[in-house]
């Protein structure tokens, strides 16, 4: 378990270094950028359901028509 542990900590060192240094390499911010890049490394690496992994995902996107339930005409009054 020692070899995972310190393969996570590895990779989440990295992301954490590459946060300091897209934003200036500047002082005070090293638990920030952990907190960060660990806060990533668990959202990659959590535990996925059967239903997550084959469910397809798919855009709520509307095609911009009203179904013929939602068309009126008007009358003449």
Same mark, same amino acid.
């Not at 060192?13 to 950028?33: I, L, M, N, S, T």
């Not at 359901?49 to 009126?72: D, F, I, L, Y």
């Given at each position: 378990? @020692? !070899?995972?542990?310190?393969?996570? =900590? ?5 992301? $954490?270094?590459?946060? %300091?240094? +897209? @934003? !200036?390499?500047?002082?005070?911010? =090293? ?5 960060? $890049?660990?806060?990533? %490394?668990? +959202? @990659? ?33």
């Amino acid at each position: 378990m @020692e !070899g995972k542990e310190m393969n996570r =900590d590895e990779e989440i060192r990295q992301v $954490a270094y590459k946060f %300091w240094q +897209e @934003e !200036g390499c500047p002082d005070g911010y =090293d638990v920030q950028h952990w907190l960060k $890049a660990e806060t990533i %490394w668990l +959202e @990659e690496h959590r535990p996925r359901s059967k239903a997550e992994k084959s469910k397809p995902v798919r855009s709520k996107r509307t095609t911009g028509r009203k179904s013929s339930q939602t068309q009126t005409t008007a009358t003449p009054q």
